[in-house]
């Protein structure tokens, strides 16, 4: 996908792997890659590539307001998916929705991320007590449903922070989904590095009196990484319908600043008057989302398994 | 096997109090409950008063051995928002989400264990693959948005199932269901199903997966080879062994039906607990959220454990398998 690689010999090299063949070869990755490049390119560019911008007060109409999709019978061309009840362009405001669902996905995955294969690494390689504590704790957040976890945590963020500034309540939501994620990172570093400590490259760095840490970060953590990139995609699209959820709940993102779930919690309204365009579009793009980014993680998987080869 | 019951349930009145810890340090660190029942502009005096007797001056421990011994009674003191005590307020609204999530666990069996079978006995057909398309479709879909499309279809467009509440209920005590009324089965179809969807398709790629397996076997070759019908050999020997499996997972999605019916209750204004909670949450209610918390946990542990006895009792391998290694 990316055409300017730093050295041709990098491109080369890529162009030349087995990954690389088994996404040639594959048209549903093909589809889910173009799908998704589409929707995260159209997110991070919202401001150039929408047609309005609808945070802008001054630009909206009210007498635009309710307009359906543009190949219905009222429809106008100026607005291709209709307008909102405030006259705000749907196409556009799905743009910019999308831009702070993926800003939030990702971010709490990353947060995740680091949290989960911290505490994988230590888990597994130090062992003992630390290993037990932590995985006990892994075992309880376990058993209950990940949106259950990260509604308490955004409640309890919500009592603890009562008058939240918009970026406090976006670090609240970001923990909270976070802290439901971590867990699975956590097992399956854990797992790796079980069977990575033993293994003689580490025994080699012990006896030449490499520092523990070091070795965690510098020799075990890039052999245990492999299934993290794998559950790492497959979380993205996890934490973004856990953000649209929360929000369609009302208790995720701030409204000053609409999500996708956000949206759709809105164009709910005003289904029963007919106006079915407000919520359907930004729940396709929601699904177009978590589904190609879905097929991606599951055509990542089955790539770099060697077994499957 | 008494060894595995007794871990089992040592490992259950852990997860208990770890969750009843986690309910207590909400009421203890967020929010001051002094100030929530005076008021702002209660005096010193009264104030000092009211911490003597809600006993928040005795030792750490203590508190906390007072706080499970009250949880223990379902009592969580008042709602900070309406005021009403919690166990009244959670009582209230436990049937509705109760009926909920048991109609969408007999939709998701009695859909989901036919389809998985057919899916599984005519593998690569069209209609197979048609089904286990809809099954991925049903796993990927937002539980929300599945319920708005119902509604869109079912409520605005076609005008033949309403859309919200739970209609006409028939009360007994402290008990209230819309079983016994058209009305209330009428309101419950919509959210039934939305709730099932998730667990249907879970349940239908099970199976599926379980009969494949199955029907790979000897015994299943014998039974085909002493010229016994196809439904016998289909239904008579393989179902009943991918069946184990299957009362597991829908043992332990029960906790989790209940969980999400937060979501469903929502779309649907269903007066459940899920629907309280969520505007617990909103309204940063801590006793409701504290109280929930419990709650929901005692349910997951209880079904968790009960699962786990019935795997025992079900599968004749394990207790062989547990009492051979125990000699």
Same mark, same amino acid.
């Given at each position: ?61 009210? *007498? ?35 831009r702070i669902s993926l800003l939030v996905g990702f971010a709490s995955v990353a947060v995740s991320l ?15 007590? #630390? ?17 259950? #976890? ?38 399956t570093v854990r797992g790796s590095t079980l069977v990575e400590r033993n293994k003689e490259y580490v ?41 649209? =959820? ?40 929601? #699904? ?22 | ?28 660190? #967020? ?52 005021g009403r005590k919690v166990s009244v307020l959670i009582a209230e609204r436990f049937p509705a989400t ?36 809809? *099954? ?40 209230? =269901? ?52 196809? *439904? ?96």
């Amino acid at each position: 996908m990316n055409t300017t690689a730093p050295s041709p010999g990098r491109l080369a090299r890529m162009l030349d792997s087995d990954v690389w063949y088994s996404f040639k070869t594959s048209p549903m990755a093909i589809l889910a890659a173009v799908i998704a490049f589409l929707c995260i390119f159209c997110s991070v560019f919202a401001p150039w590539v929408s047609p309005y911008n609808p945070f802008d007060l001054a630009s909206l109409n009210l *007498s635009d307001a309710r307009l359906p999709p543009a190949w219905m019978a009222e429809g106008s061309r100026a607005h291709l998916l209709g307008t909102d009840g405030q006259g705000r362009d749907i196409l556009s405001a799905l743009f910019y929705g999308a831009r702070i669902s993926l800003l939030v996905g990702f971010a709490s995955v990353a947060v995740s991320l680091v949290v989960g294969v911290g505490l994988g690494l230590l888990s597994g390689f130090v062992g003992g007590k #630390v290993d037990a504590l932590i995985m006990r704790i892994c075992d309880v957040m376990l058993s209950f449903p990940s949106i259950l #976890v990260a509604l308490l945590i955004d409640g309890v963020g919500r009592a603890l922070f009562p008058n939240a500034q918009e970026t406090l309540a976006f670090g609240v939501l970001i923990v909270a989904i976070s802290l439901t994620g971590w867990v699975q990172y956590a097992r399956t570093v854990r797992g790796s590095t079980l069977v990575e400590r033993n293994k003689e490259y580490v025994q080699a760095a012990r006896v030449i009196g490499v520092a523990p840490l070091r070795i965690m970060l510098k020799h075990v953590l890039p052999n245990v990484m492999g299934p993290v990139l794998v559950l790492a995609t497959i979380q993205v699209a996890a934490a973004i319908i856990t953000e649209a =959820t929360l929000s369609f709940l009302g208790v995720g993102v701030p409204p000053t600043s609409p999500s996708l779930g956000t949206l759709i919690r809105v164009g709910n309204d005003f289904l029963f008057s007919g106006e079915w365009w407000i919520t359907i579009f930004p729940g396709a793009m929601l #699904v177009l989302i978590a589904l190609s980014v879905n097929l991606l993680g599951d055509w990542l998987r089955d790539a770099l398994n060697p077994r499957l080869r | 096997m008494f060894a595995f019951i007794l871990r089992r349930l040592g490992q259950a009145v852990a997860v208990m109090l770890t969750v009843a810890f986690i309910a207590f340090m909400l009421f203890q660190y #967020v929010g001051d409950p002094v100030t929530s029942m005076l008021g702002q502009d209660a005096t010193q005096e009264q104030r000092d008063d009211l911490r003597r007797d809600l006993g928040l001056d005795q030792p750490f421990p203590l508190q906390f051995a007072r706080f499970v011994g009250n949880a223990a009674q379902g009592e969580f003191g008042l709602s900070l928002r309406q005021g009403r005590k919690v166990s009244v307020l959670i009582a209230e609204r436990f049937p509705a989400t109760l009926e909920l999530a048991l109609a969408a666990a007999v939709i998701a069996l009695t859909v989901g264990i036919p389809l998985g079978v057919y899916a599984a006995l005519r593998r690569g057909g069209f209609g197979s693959q048609l089904v286990m398309t809809l *099954s991925l479709l049903g796993v990927s879909l937002p539980t929300f948005l599945i319920g708005i499309l119902l509604i869109l279809f079912f409520s605005v467009t076609l005008k033949w199932l309403p859309s919200f509440g739970r209609g006409d209920v028939v009360t007994f005590g402290n008990w209230s =269901t819309g079983l016994l009324t058209v009305d209330g089965w009428k309101h419950l179809i919509l959210p039934a199903i939305t709730l099932s969807v998730f667990q249907l398709a879970l349940i239908m790629r099970l199976v599926r997966a379980e009969m494949l397996e199955v029907l790979r076997t000897d015994y299943i070759k014998f039974a085909r080879a002493r010229g016994l019908q196809n *439904s016998s050999v289909y239904f008579g020997h393989a179902l009943k062994n991918t069946l184990v499996p299957v009362i597991t997972i829908t043992g332990l999605q029960l906790g989790s039906l209940i969980a999400f019916a937060i979501i469903t209750e929502t779309v649907f204004q269903w007066p459940g607990m899920g629907f309280l909670f969520i505007q617990a949450v909103q309204f940063a209610d801590i006793p409701v959220m504290a109280a929930y918390l419990c709650l929901i946990a005692l349910i997951f542990v209880v079904v968790n454990l009960s699962v786990d006895l019935l795997y025992f009792a079900v599968d004749p391998r394990l207790r062989i398998e547990k009492s051979a290694a125990g000699h």
